[in-house]
């Protein structure tokens, strides 16, 4: 499986814009895209359409934009996401979880952050990031981090709770509103009461 990663170096841009969909990685491969069809209709379906020279520099700048991407995307390739958490990042996992139990959000917010430096592929450490926003009174962006977690691969393990956090972040905006609306109470009707008097 790891060896197949590496036939994405084929096509420039394409390691970084489909192994961590990177848009950078995406212009590079569209513009790979690009320039490689006007060298290909300038050639066979409209050769007259350009001088042979001009052609002969499409091919050449197609030919060195493949080759410097290709350069450079194996000299950086995307490493593999890791399975498992490594020491460091435990260990920075639990310092966050502590400082979160602890009520200390200043703390607990600077040891997620580190560790998802460390690990950005860590559904756990990016749950508990956006549980300390909710806690925190950010709602906008830890309903934006859930959603980002939830549309990731990371987040498939931990869906039952995304959904819960969903619903404590919507919790409070339906006690808003419930608090903003006015409560109609029924009148009594005191006609019917007289009625039932002098029936008595």
């Known amino acids: 499986m790891h060896a197949l990663r590496y036939v994405t170096l084929v ?11 990177s848009v950078s990685g995406l212009v590079l491969a569209l513009a790979f895209a690009v320039s490689i069809d006007i060298a290909l209709v300038t050639t066979f379906i409209w050769p007259g359409l350009v001088e042979l020279p001009l052609t002969v520099g499409l091919w050449t700048a197609v030919g ?15 490493p593999p996401l890791a ?3 490594s020491a460091e990042a435990d260990e920075l996992f639990v310092k966050a979880r502590d400082a979160y139990l602890a009520r200390d959000w200043l703390q607990a917010e600077a ?3 580190d560790l998802l430096k460390a690990a950005p592929t860590d559904g756990e450490a990016q749950l508990l990031h956006a549980t300390l926003m909710r806690r925190t009174g950010r709602p906008n962006e830890a309903r934006r981090a859930l959603d980002q977690l939830a549309r990731s691969d990371s987040g498939a393990a931990w869906l039952h709770e995304i959904a819960m956090e969903l619903r404590r972040l919507a919790a409070p905006a339906a ?17 019917h009461e007289g009625d039932t008097r002098v029936a008595a």
């Open 11 to 21: 096509w420039p841009g394409l390691p970084w814009a489909w192994l961590r969909g």
């Open 64 to 78: 060195v934009l493949w080759l410097v991407s290709a350069v450079s995307a194996a000299a950086a390739f995307p």
């Open 83 to 85: 399975v498992a958490r």
């Open 111 to 113: 040891r997620i952050r």
């Open 175 to 191: 006690a808003d509103e419930d608090a903003q609306s006015p409560t109609v109470l029924p009148l009594r009707d005191e006609s």
